[in-house]
Nanobody, 133 residues
Framework: QVQVVESGGGVVQPGGSLRLSCAASGLNLGRYAVAWFRQAPGREREWVSCVSSDPRDYYYGNAVKGRFTVSRDNAKNTVDLQMNSLRPEDTAVYYC??????????????????????????WGQGTQVTVSS
């Protein structure tokens, strides 16, 4: 049975850092594209980052570019999201999803307007990140 689990959320002051981790059982994350999304109360789900099975192929949403870094640790079967310079507007539930039908991030659009789309996502339950003073 495939299970994806996020961890590392918490409460942090503005300007602080958190590191989220996405782990999987029954699934080799190294074979699939893995994306991070977030959803704040009253807002639509927003893609944050995506990394293909080739870790040199990665993408960030405009709101987090330059502050967040996605990385893989295939030995641990995890995909991490390092979040620096956090802002109150980063407050959301963060979700990890492995795309079971693609080893590469599927992008719609071009340039700064791209969106990440999962062909068949296996989703975790999410982890809360709260940025507040």
């Amino acid at each position: 049975q495939v299970q994806v689990v996020e961890s590392g959320g918490g409460v942090v002051q503005p300007g602080g850092s958190l590191r989220l981790s996405c782990a999987a059982s029954g699934l080799n994350l190294g074979r699939y594209a893995v994306a991070w999304f977030r959803q704040a109360p009253g807002r639509e789900r927003e893609w944050v980052s995506c990394v293909s099975s080739d870790p040199r192929d990665y993408y960030y949403g405009n709101a987090v570019k330059g502050r967040f870094t996605v990385s893989r640790d295939n030995a641990k079967n995890t995909v991490d999201l390092q979040m620096n310079s956090l802002r109150p507007e980063d407050t959301a539930v963060y979700y990890c999803a492995a795309d079971l039908y693609s080893n590469a991030c599927v992008r719609l659009g071009v340039g700064n307007g791209i969106e990440i789309q999962l062909v068949k996502g296996s989703w975790g339950q999410g982890t809360q990140v709260t940025v507040s003073s």
